[in-house]
């Protein structure tokens, strides 16, 4: 299955803020590869094999995000039923042993494990959405089966 093409506005900006930073860094990098080659012997010029390096990595995020940005759809209002869980929702949950967790439903291209934002299309996503409040939500995790409660659901403006 394919990464889904839904983003937050939040999410978008940012990334189209890092094109533009990695465009910008992109210049620095290759002047400083210019005064490297400039330098002489390339095969055994570290400053000239890390600019290269550092280069193909930049060419290559440069890349995935020009193709990226344009298969985007940017959620930029929350459902009309915003009784149930749909993309933008932030959810609470609380497991079987009675632990509470709160995550936000958000793009693959914007999750963010640190923040308890998961991808639209990760298992535990794909289990809640559609779900509402009081709803028993059952989800396959690498440790096995787990039952979840829906105690919330609330959207960002």
């Given amino acids: 299955m394919g990464r889904s093409p839904y983003i937050t506005r939040q999410g978008y900006d940012r990334l ?28 055994e010029n570290a400053e000239y094999i890390y600019r290269k390096k550092q280069l193909r990595e930049l060419d290559r995020r440069l890349r995935y995000l020009q193709k990226r940005l344009p ?12 009784e149930r869980i749909f993309f933008g929702a932030e959810v609470e949950l609380e497991d079987e042993s009675g632990e509470v967790t709160r995550l936000r439903i958000v793009g693959a291209d914007e999750f963010d494990p640190g923040r308890n934002w998961i991808s639209v299309d990760s298992p535990m996503a794909r289990a809640l959405l559609g779900k509402a409040l009081d709803q028993e939500v059952e989800v396959r995790t690498p440790a096995g089966r787990r039952s979840f409660l829906v105690l919330e659901i609330r959207y960002l403006e």
């Fill in 71 to 82: 298969e985007l759809k940017v959620v930029e209002q929350p459902p009309a039923d915003r």
């Fill in 16 to 43: 189209k803020e890092e094109l533009e930073q990695l465009w910008k860094k992109r210049r620095r990098v290759v002047q400083a590869l210019s005064a490297a080659a400039a330098e002489g012997d390339r095969s």
